[in-house]
């Protein structure tokens, strides 16, 4: 039996195209009415999407800090109470088990958000630490809001001050009586909050968000458009773009964060974290692959294609779009060593179906050094008001 | 002393010994700490009487292999022998007794067929026992990574289960994995003779005659034999002088050894090991660490489970490690009388198991965390061959007893005189008057063991000897071949490979993998 979220009764009304997906054992829609329209109002007024399924856990207890810092690649003393941080995770052979955001409350408490499942391993991880473990996935609603006109619409809706919160930064607003929690955060690459609510309150919260909108062109979208505007903006997803290494059977088939173009977020100074022993040994004796962002000719996205070099085989696309605001078509490619550095010139073998009829084309491609969309008001404080 | 060690040997215990010698044989200044006043671990004597004293933890050698004797030139370094070659003879309340001498059985309800069954499985498991010898001998095989060594080892073991024989290959591939019991009710029909094979195959573990891998325990015990140990011997003066001699040795080759020096931790940094901290906090760098303490004490206690990678401090958590084995010993004045036994048969080793249920029953209490209440006994009554143990006309009698638990419910001192009195009681009734003679006795539970000799829950074996944890999983995945989770972090105690018992293997082995490594380790 499919989960459905605390917003489903709202979504239901709204999917039009009744275009469902499975997140995780939860009902998610994958569009609403259009692709592209979804996706447009993301990146031109206001985009809402139900992220509720995200898989939560709170960390609290004296030992928070030590036991993520263990657990995590990155610093995460340097995330401050009232900061989230994006972080990956690993086993002890260095490779990436998922991917995800911190989100540090107060002294000592934390919540983390996973793609994956990650009770037994935050479990076992707590091991000689004095922490306590709560999955807290049903207990917490969650909105994502992502668009220009998102900061204006949500002060409409009563959330003063929001124009003072930095990316990354998390504040709490009353919402009738109930804690609203907004973090400026989000998968879409464009300015953007997510808000964090008692279940009981989110078909509340989504009528009011909704009315507030309504001037600022607010509009719910799905998965299939949040996929579009992530590869824009250059972001990876645990599943699609890497296998999570639990979840991994074939030996060789999981990644490290510096084969994903994630060593940014790995800190070798810190004395010990799952996968440091491994991952220094990568760093002495290199990758076998590296994580690179394709600008691919024409217009066929080029989605499962292997990429090529002369006529041999160095790699394979993970994750492809063509991308509207950026009118460019890209691709994510885990590309063998020592191919794929920025400016390699390489050809993506498309294959591609009309009426039945595939074509396969030769499309040569670039490596570029950054993702394709990243606008500035992604980061602006306060934001413009659009 | 300078504190410019290559090498910091954390614990004194045999295994540590024989590894710190191999080490400054091959040029390293090593040091050894050891939190007891005396070195040896559990080849110790104790005195626990006034002027009795008693083999307090090992009391048989019968598993030491003949290259560590030799290469630490144990006897030039006052090991001496007080009796070799001795047999075991399970007692019988009626004064039957059978006795086993290498593939020699006779007496009690021995008949002839079982007679000849014996020197048959006995030929066999020899075979079986030199082909784990190939494995013991050198560090455990990787099976994934491809290796030259590790291949070696693992064509001698292909090689040599293929020279088995078609028949005698696919039999020791039928019975490795399973029980004892099957295994003795398939050969013989002497309860007696069963129940004594069977003891043997669990002695030190926490398992019953019906519990899977005791095959193998019993083939663990008979590598003795294959490294030319005919039976039973006991040393002079007791365990004790075994860990003095290897402590002379190791001190002969240039070893530093700290005695009543615990460590409090290992530390570690960055991937790498740095040294240890002392009890008193003094700090002692080195860029190797050698733990001869048994991996839960090495690595929780020690290192630190926040100081290891989840999977590794998941694992540690996992290691199948409770003493099912307590020790009684006996300060008696004169020479205890068994029904049926003679002057020079009191000298053997002595077995009270009459058959596998008895032990299979005395299993069962552990399992709940009780003691038996009719408890199965390896006994030794070493001043029948060495004398000055005791004052003149006196003896003492030393017995490991299957089975009592570590925890017992309300604790052990609610049940340390009961129990005590239980065993006695036990020996009495093939002794009749050995009671009158008792003049003070000392019962040493698994949890007296952990506390004196540093084995987590008591265990003799720093980890229970089961299929699953031993060879390429002793003691854990990933911490194979001695070295684990740390540059310079090495393991070389019972709870390595091969394994306990007092072989030496696990620290000779260690120090050439050491030795190998070379100083980067």
Redesign the interface.
Same mark, same amino acid.
């Given at each position: 039996m499919m989960l459905t979220t605390p917003f489903h009764s709202r979504i239901a009304a709204a999917c039009e195209l009744n275009c469902w997906g499975d997140w995780m054992g939860y009902t998610t829609p994958n569009a609403y009415i259009d692709v592209e329209l979804e996706y447009f109002a993301v990146r031109c007024t206001t985009g809402v999407f139900d992220l509720s399924p995200m898989n939560k856990y709170r960390i609290t207890g004296p030992d928070a800090e030590a036991y993520l810092n263990r657990l995590v690649t990155r610093d995460v003393s340097k995330i401050r109470v009232g900061r989230v941080g994006y972080t990956v995770w690993c086993d002890d052979a260095g490779q990436v088990m998922d991917d995800g955001t911190i989100f540090h409350l107060a002294e000592n408490d934390y919540r983390i958000c996973a793609y994956a499942r990650a009770t037994d391993w935050l479990h076992w991880s707590a091991l000689g630490f004095d922490v306590t473990i709560t999955d807290e996935t049903a207990e917490v609603a969650a909105l994502a809001v992502q668009g220009p006109t998102s900061c204006a619409a949500l002060t409409a809706m009563g959330l003063t001050g929001l124009d003072q919160l930095k990316p990354f930064g998390l504040t709490e607003f009353d919402f009738e009586g109930e804690s609203l929690m907004v973090s400026r955060t989000g998968f879409t690459g464009d300015l953007g909050y997510e808000l964090w609510i008692a279940p009981h309150k989110a078909e509340a919260l989504w009528d009011k968000l909704f009315a507030a909108g309504k001037p600022y062109l607010i509009k719910p979208f799905g998965t299939h458009a949040l996929e579009m505007a992530r590869i824009e903006a250059g972001f990876l997803q645990a599943g699609v773009d890497f296998m999570p290494a639990e979840e991994v059977v074939r030996n060789g088939r999981s990644r490290s964060p510096f084969e994903l173009g994630l060593g940014w977020l790995v800190d070798m100074n810190k004395s010990v974290f799952n996968g440091r022993r491994a991952l220094q040994q990568e760093l002495a004796r290199g990758s076998r692959y590296r994580f690179a962002i394709l600008d691919v000719d024409g217009n066929k996205p080029a989605n499962h294609s292997f990429i090529l070099k002369g006529n041999k085989q160095v790699g394979t696309v993970t994750s492809a779009a063509w991308c509207p605001t950026a009118k460019t078509n890209v691709a994510f490619a885990q590309v063998e060593m020592p191919y794929g550095a920025v400016g390699d010139e390489l050809v993506a073998e498309i294959y591609y179906q009309r009426e039945l009829h595939w074509t396969r084309v030769l499309a040569p491609c670039k490596v570029i050094d950054a993702p394709v969309f990243n606008h500035p008001r992604r980061r602006a404080t306060p934001p413009g008001n659009f | 002393m300078t504190d410019n060690y290559d090498v910091v040997l954390v614990g004194a215990g045999h295994n540590g010994l024989v590894c710190a010698t191999y080490l400054a044989k091959a040029g390293k200044k090593v040091l050894v700490l050891e939190a007891n006043a005396t070195p040896g671990g559990c080849a110790a004597t104790r005195e626990f009487s006034p002027g009795y004293s008693v083999s307090s933890c090992a009391q048989w050698l019968n598993q030491l292999h003949p290259a560590v004797t030799r290469d630490l030139a144990l006897e030039s370094h006052g090991l001496q022998w007080a009796a070799r070659e001795l047999a075991s003879i399970s007692l019988d309340l009626d004064g039957q007794h059978l006795t086993q001498r290498g593939d020699h059985v006779e007496g009690g309800n021995v008949t002839a067929a079982d007679s000849a069954a014996f020197r048959e499985f006995h030929a066999k498991t020899t075979k079986f026992a030199k082909l784990l010898v190939k494995a013991f001998e050198a560090r455990a095989p990787k099976l994934v990574e491809s290796n030259l060594t590790d291949r070696l080892t693992l064509i001698k073991l292909g090689l040599g289960l293929k020279m088995l024989g078609r028949d005698d290959m696919s039999d020791l591939m039928r019975i490795i994995l399973i029980n004892m019991y099957d295994v003795m009710e398939e050969n013989f029909d002497s309860a007696q003779l069963k129940g004594l094979l069977s003891l043997d195959s669990l002695l030190g573990s926490h398992m019953g005659p019906r519990t899977p891998s005791t095959v193998f325990g019993y083939l663990y015990r008979r590598v003795g034999e294959v490294f030319g140990h005919t039976g039973h011997a006991q040393v002079k003066g007791g365990m004790g002088a075994l860990g003095q001699a290897m402590a002379a040795s190791a001190q002969a080759a240039g070893v530093d050894i700290r005695l009543s020096s615990a460590v409090a931790s290992i530390d570690?940094? *960055?991937?790498r090991v740095t040294g240890v901290t002392l009890a008193d906090g003094q700090q002692i760098a080195a860029a190797i660490v050698v733990s001869n303490a048994d991996p839960i004490t090495t690595f #929780?206690r020690l290192v630190? $489970? +926040?100081? $290891? #990678?989840?999977?590794? *401090? +998941?694992r540690v958590?996992q290691i199948r490690c409770t003493g099912g084995t307590a020790k009684l010993h006996l300060a008696l004045n004169g020479l205890p009388r068994f029904t049926g036994l003679d002057d020079r048969q009191l000298g053997q080793r002595l077995v009270i198991a009459p058959d596998m249920n008895y032990i299979e029953r005395a299993f069962n209490a552990v399992k709940y965390k009780e003691y038996s209440t009719a408890p199965a006994l390896d006994i030794s009554i070493p001043t029948v061959h060495d004398a000055a143990l005791a004052p003149a006309g006196g003896h003492v009698l030393s017995a490991i007893v299957q089975f009592a638990p570590y925890e017992p419910e309300g604790g052990w001192d609610a049940h340390r005189e009961t129990f005590t009195q239980l065993i006695v009681d036990c020996i009495a009734s093939y002794a009749p008057g050995i009671k009158q003679q008792i003049i003070a006795s000392e019962l040493l539970t698994p949890a007296d063991l952990e506390r004196d000799y540093g084995m987590t829950r008591g265990h003799w074996h720093h980890g229970e000897l089961g299929m699953d944890q031993v060879l390429m999983m002793r003691p854990f995945p990933?911490a194979t071949q001695y070295n684990a *989770?740390?540059?310079g972090l090495y393991l070389c105690g019972a709870g390595a490979h091969p394994g306990g018992g007092v072989m030496g293997l696990a620290g000779r082995n260690a120090a050439q993998e050491i030795i190998k490594r070379g100083a980067a380790a």
């Open positions: - | 570690v940094d *960055a991937g #929780e630190g $489970l +926040r100081n $290891l #990678e989840t999977d590794t *401090a +998941r958590s990933g *989770a740390f540059d």
